[in-house]
């Protein structure tokens, strides 16, 4: 079927209308009218090119929160009229350590990206920012009642990516965690700090926003532009969730970690950083990285945060406004999430 889409045609060029072809609905499949699509960091570096060359044209989006249309003969898992999110996976072999032990988007063979990626059938996948989907349905998440569809659809990638490293790292009571960076993973990494039950501290650029950060959940808040900042807080936290976009000065946050203290990055800027190994040895410090996380944990956050009514903070915007979001998402004027409402998508390409 043929659908409705916003593209970036090329790399850096603006998003524009299109029209994309969805295959026919499978066995396992599940196809899914969209409602509304996330706009993450990642659509933004992969569009720019910042993680090299990509399969134009792409049609990004991997926070997908929509409702069932059809069903495969073979799904049992969902049913029509179910409302369903989808994440950064669309595939993955399902047989190798990874997948077996529920770390799919570590699959030996290669996780299948929900766009940009190439799907088993050999196709190129496309993502969100489209009326529909076909998925796997092993690869499609129940969203459970109570949270705003809008809401909910970054939970399916800025949710589970701040998710995982904290349950990974426990995350909870007694345990002192800072976020570097509060936009869409950072907000939701407050948030899930904050209802796991751990100290949670932000690390901004300024204290434009403090109140935010404090209202969201945080119990400190500092500017990482105030030199004192990094003297003040010297040897506390156990985690550190770094979740910029850009290259940070890698040393200076290490030695905010205690003894056995653990930073791991989750923000994927696209020069590497640079690691002084003192900064680590000087107090059995960590220093980690961390993807997405796997179906069943996905399907465990999205349940937790139903149960702590937590969601995302979105602004909902049309779909010709992708372009101006974009830019606003660079200047880190996000507050928190930018989310497509793709009903707007039915007329945009005719
Ligand atoms: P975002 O909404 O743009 O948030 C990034 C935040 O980082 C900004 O709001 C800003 O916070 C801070 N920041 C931006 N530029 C900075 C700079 N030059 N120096 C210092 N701080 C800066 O982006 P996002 O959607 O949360 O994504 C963040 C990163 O995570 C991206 O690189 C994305 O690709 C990556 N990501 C990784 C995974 C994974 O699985 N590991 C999943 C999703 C996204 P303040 O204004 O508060 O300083
Ligand atoms: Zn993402």
Known sequence: MRVNAYAAPAAGEPLAPTTIERREVGPND??????????????????????????FPVVPGHEIVGVVTEVGSDVTRHQV?????????????????????????????????????????????????????VVDADY???????????????LLCAGITTYTPL?????????????????????????????????????SQSLKKQEDGLRLGADA?????????????????????????????????????????????????????SLDVFSLIGARRSFAGSMIGGIALTQEMLDFCAEKGIGAEVEVIPADKVNEAYERVLASDVRYRFVIDTSTLEDAAR
């Open 30 to 55: 599940v196809l899914i009218q969209i409602t509304h699509a996330g706009i993450c960091h990642s659509d933004i570096h992969t569009v720019n090119g910042d993680w090299g060359p990509q399969p």
């Open 81 to 133: 009229g179910d409302r369903v999110g989808v994440g950064c996976m669309v595939n993955s072999c399902g047989e190798c350590v990874n997948c077996k032990n529920g770390d799919e988007q570590y699959c030996v063979k290669g996780m299948v990206g929900t766009y940009a990626a190439t799907d088993r059938d050999g196709t190129t996948t496309q993502g969100g920012y489209s009326t529909h989907v």
């Open 140 to 154: 499609v998440l129940r969203v459970p009642e109570g949270i705003d569809s809008a809401a909910a659809a970054p």
């Open 167 to 203: 349950r990974h790292w426990d995350a909870g009571p007694g345990s002192k965690v800072a976020v570097v960076g509060l936009g869409g993973l950072g907000h939701m990494a407050v948030k899930i700090a904050h209802a796991l039950g751990a100290h949670v501290t932000v690390l």
């Open 221 to 273: 808040y500092f500017a990482t532009s105030d030199p004192t900042t990094f003297e003040q807080l010297a040897n506390q936290f156990d985690l550190i969730i770094n979740t910029v976009s850009a290259p940070v000065d890698l040393n200076a946050y290490l030695g905010l970690l205690a003894v056995d203290g653990t930073m791991v990055n989750v923000g994927a800027p696209p020069e590497p950083l």
